[in-house]
Nanobody
Framework: QVQLVESGGGLVQAGGSLRLSCAAS??????MAWHRQAPGKQRELVAL??????NYADSVKGRFTISRDNAKNTGYLQMNSLRPEDTAVYYC?????????WGRGTQVTVSS
């Protein structure tokens, strides 16, 4: 199983920015995704990046950007124009040999 470690979360005011990082223990990543889970809500997909495409939840389109640096085995989620409703624990996930692995999450809190 791939080990993933997220970082970059924190407290930010509405309208601010954060960049989350996800360091993977292997370079053999077919896809990487960011999910989030707010208190009392189900986990939801925020963004996905494959070899050829990126996809975003409607709620973050135009504000968040997912990317990856294959040389560093690291994925990123750049979050701009943050809103209080973006407050959640953000989880990184990676697809390797048909198996999804998950990180432990990083808290993002957006104050109004």
């Amino acid at each position: 199983q791939v080990q993933l470690v997220e970082s970059g979360g924190g407290l930010v005011q509405a309208g601010g920015s954060l960049r989350l990082s996800c360091a993977a223990s292997t370079s053999s990543i077919n896809a990487m995704a960011w999910h989030r889970q707010a208190p009392g809500k189900q986990r939801e997909l925020v963004a996905l990046i494959t070899i050829s495409a990126t996809n975003y939840a409607d709620s973050v389109k135009g504000r968040f950007t997912i990317s990856r640096d294959n040389a560093k085995n690291t994925g990123y989620l750049q979050m701009n124009s943050l809103r209080p409703e973006d407050t959640a624990v953000y989880y990184c996930a990676s697809l390797n040999r048909g198996v999804w692995s998950w990180g432990r999450g990083t808290q993002v809190t957006v104050s109004s």
